[in-house]
């Protein structure tokens, strides 16, 4: 069987279980949705159905157009794009290669998140963007890209024409480059898009500074941001790594959980810097890594002559990126089943940093208000879950639940 064959065979395999794993669960949520609406109002119960079974309608779609994308390149693309792009500098090339794909595969996918922001999320009351500001952030993003995802990539190709051990090198590069971005992320990149100001209430300033004292942090800033002006959803997040961080709440969570329920997110928060969960991700995403340059290092050339492109810097990078997302695929189960236990783990922190039914309040309050449907099916919860399923999660606090089916 040739290498070619055993890899369509292989990306047919990946994709024939999104599918599947999406109608399994567009089949349970249809059945679920019919029973007594649990944790949120019966309105949301049945709106937050309905999203999820139109959210895996549309990754069905995706999935497809994935799998088209990928005989595209594999038996046209690649070479074409060898042969129109004709820079006599091989490094120049490389970088320019590479932007290429990516900008090619931004404008396939491009319909799919237009519809997605103006339509579904709008539709649903999640969506507040205008067309002017996701044209502003378009471009911001893509200024990022260009810039510094350009050098990066320059850098990236001088290491693998350094030779047989490129992927060694380039490995501990990229790995270097995302622990800076998550270090800079809250102070130099996020403030690109939103707007950071202090926090004016400084009752609550002061409680969450008392909180973070607690576990040995200090704060490097309490700051809220203007999310609603491109989404309703809730959320907050710790910024920057070691002892000190910065505390970023968003204007939508703090109009609708009180002072009490908001430290209770916070302290759960805490709780995986507490359980130093942020370096066992930090272990895991490199183990990933480490495993995916291990296997684009050593790519075989038969491979290569197959496709009809030569073994080069920027091919062998459309590679990666053409079959990162099966591997990463098939990693998630793990990933999710440590991260589920790292969050049962947090919520028992936060509850006693503040109390259980704090906890439990703002997330069932959290539930509602981003319309996240408590139920799914087992497998999906197996590939997809970070966190446990928000009914289990409650029961561990000690909430009550009954979600039999009734019919």
Same mark, same amino acid.
């Given at each position: 069987m040739s290498i070619l064959l055993t890899i369509g065979i292989i990306y047919f395999i990946y994709v024939l279980t999104k599918i599947y794993i999406s109608t399994m669960e567009i089949g349970y949520i249809s059945r679920a949705k019919?029973?007594?609406?649990?944790?949120?109002?019966? !309105?949301? =119960?049945?709106k937050a159905a309905n999203y999820k079974i139109a959210t895996q309608r549309m990754e069905?779609?995706?999935?497809?157009? /994935? =799998?088209?994308?990928f005989i595209f390149w594999i038996g046209f693309g690649l070479k074409w794009l060898e042969r129109v792009i004709t820079i006599g500098d091989p490094t120049l090339k490389s970088v320019v290669y590479v932007m290429a794909f990516v900008v090619i595969?931004?404008?396939? !996918?491009?319909?799919f998140d237009l519809y997605k922001t103006f339509y579904l999320d709008k539709k649903f009351g999640f969506s507040n963007m205008t067309p002017r500001l996701y044209i502003v952030d378009t471009l911001k993003s893509a200024a990022l890209f260009f810039i510094f995802g350009g050098a990066i990539l320059y850098v990236l190709v001088k290491f693998i024409g350094m030779g047989e051990n490129w992927w060694i090198w380039g490995f501990g590069f990229i790995f270097v480059v995302i622990l800076i971005i998550n270090l800079i992320y809250p102070t130099l990149i996020a403030p690109i898009f939103n707007k950071f100001e202090v926090l004016k209430d400084e009752n609550l300033r002061g409680s969450i500074e008392k909180l973070l004292s607690k576990v040995g942090l200090r704060s490097d800033g309490v700051f809220t941001i203007d999310a609603s002006k491109r989404d309703n959803r809730l959320n907050a997040y710790f910024g920057?790594?070691?002892? !000190? +961080?910065?505390?970023?709440?968003?204007?939508?969570?703090i109009e609708k959980l009180n002072e009490s329920e908001l430290l209770a997110v916070l302290g759960h928060e805490l709780g995986h810097y507490k359980h130093k969960d942020i370096l066992k991700n930090i272990f895991m995403t490199g183990t990933l890594m480490f495993i995916l340059f291990y296997i684009f290092g050593h790519?075989?050339? !038969?491979?290569?002559?197959?496709?009809?492109?030569? +073994?080069?810097?920027?091919?062998?990078i459309a590679l990666f990126l053409i079959f990162t997302p099966i591997i990463s695929f098939f990693f998630m189960p793990f990933m999710g089943m440590v991260s589920r236990s790292n969050e049962y783990a947090a919520d028992r922190f936060g509850a006693q940093m503040q109390d259980a039914p704090a906890l439990a309040n703002a997330l069932q309050k959290l539930a509602n /208000?981003? +319309?996240s449907f408590p139920k799914s099916h087992p497998l999906f919860i197996f590939f997809y879950y970070t966190h446990p399923p928000l009914i289990e999660r409650l029961r561990h606090l000690g909430v009550k639940i009954d979600d039999a089916p009734k019919r």
């Open positions: 019919q029973d007594p609406a649990v944790i949120l109002a019966p !309105s949301n =119960y049945i069905m779609l995706t999935t497809l157009v /994935e =799998y088209l994308m595969g931004y404008l396939v !996918s491009l319909p920057g790594l070691g002892k !000190s +961080k910065r505390v970023v709440l968003y204007d939508t969570l790519l075989p050339q !038969s491979l290569f002559d197959a496709v009809g492109i030569p +073994k080069a810097p920027h091919t062998i /208000e981003n +319309k």
